[in-house]
């Protein structure tokens, strides 16, 4: 049985999406606990995630290697500009889901867990459709007119 291109395509892009999915939420996770705390270490990790410390450090020394934080023995972890950047465009899309679902009646809690989800599996063109549909169609919760 052979699989159509359209299948194949649908079947890389959520291998893609789920790849990166772990590092979205750390460097999320470090860029949150360093405004928090001035520093992340590995413990800060453990906690949050609620994953081992092996665990940490694994996925640690693999963001390492792909360029997205650094750190060394004994010390803090940081993020690169490469994770800064990561960060921030995934906390956008994380608000922008988080909004629309808000906007279509989703209670704050469930928007939130589903949110964490869909995230990482939205693309460019649907965010965009989600942008300007909050853009034209939502009600204000801001105040604003």
């Known amino acids: 049985m052979k699989n159509s291109p359209k299948?194949?395509?649908?079947?890389?892009?959520?291998?893609?999406?789920?790849?990166?999915e772990t590092a979205e939420d750390y460097v999320e996770a470090v860029d949150d606990i360093v405004t928090a705390t001035g520093q992340c270490r590995v413990v800060d990790l453990t906690r949050h995630f609620g994953v081992s410390h092996v665990?940490?450090?694994?996925?640690v020394s693999r963001l390492v290697?792909?360029?997205?934080?650094?750190?060394?023995?004994?010390?803090?972890?940081?993020?690169?500009?490469?994770?800064?950047?990561l960060a921030a465009e995934s906390r956008k899309?994380?608000?922008?889901?988080?909004?629309?679902?808000?906007?279509?009646?989703?209670?704050?809690?469930?928007?939130?867990?589903d949110a964490?989800?869909?995230?990482?599996?939205?693309?460019?063109?649907?965010l965009r459709c989600f942008e300007r549909f909050l853009k034209t169609s939502a009600p204000r919760t801001d105040g604003s007119t």
Request: zero cysteines.
């Open 55 to 59: 665990t940490v450090t694994r996925i």
């Open 93 to 113: 899309r994380h608000q922008t889901v988080y909004d629309l679902l808000l906007a279509l009646g989703v209670s704050e809690r469930i928007a939130g867990i």
């Open 65 to 85: 290697r792909e360029g997205f934080l650094q750190t060394e023995p004994y010390r803090p972890i940081e993020l690169t500009n490469k994770g800064r950047t």
């Open 7 to 20: 299948s194949v395509a649908r079947h890389q892009r959520t291998r893609k999406d789920h790849s990166m």
């Open 116 to 126: 964490e989800g869909i995230e990482h599996h939205v693309s460019q063109e649907t």
